[in-house]
């Protein structure tokens, strides 16, 4: 890799580091092409991404902005999963990592935040942004419906009343 390689790659990685929500930092030695592949499956079905990366590049894209434990993170055959939601990566890493002993998960970087594995893990069983989204959306709807249904009570047991009214003088 040229030096123009390595600038455009650093440049690349500032990015993906400012943009994500949460970046997963994993050890994936020993997996085969085909573990890999099913791997950046699951992660592209939740809108995040999987990319191995050079540690001295990863350090100096991070140009010491989380300090020596985000550096220090990155040793070894190393793959940074990401995306825009926090919670995505982290799920789909976590759940991959139960399943296959050759993939392990080191930490996370969170904006300037340092996540070891037990936080990467906590940030794993929260709920997503869409499921949060439909909590807010049902939320916001059980007044209106409980609005409807209380003013639709009385006009039900009026007609009701009326009804039994018509049913007693037609007897």
Request: hydrophobic share 45%; proline share 4%; net charge positive.
């Amino acid at each position: 890799m040229d030096r123009a390689q390595k600038q455009v790659t650093i440049e690349t990685l500032k990015g993906v580091f400012a943009d994500a929500g949460a970046v997963v930092v994993t050890h994936n030695l020993g997996l085969t092409v085909a573990e890999m592949t099913d791997l950046r499956g699951r992660l592209r079905k939740e809108g995040a991404h999987l990319k191995v990366v050079k540690n001295t590049l990863a350090q100096k894209a991070l140009d010491g902005s989380v300090g020596e434990a985000g550096d220090a993170l990155f040793t070894g055959p190393v793959a940074i999963a990401y995306a825009p939601d926090p919670v995505s990566a982290a799920k789909v890493a976590t759940q991959y990592a139960k399943e296959n002993d050759k993939f392990t998960i080191i930490g996370g970087l969170m904006g300037q935040e340092v996540l070891d594995k037990a936080a990467v893990g906590n940030l794993a069983t929260l709920p997503s942004l869409d499921q949060l989204r439909g909590k807010i959306i049902g939320l916001l709807q059980a007044p209106a419906t409980k609005i409807a249904g209380v003013l639709q009570a009385p006009a039900a047991q009026l007609a009701r009343v009326m009804s039994a009214y018509a049913a007693k003088d037609a007897a």
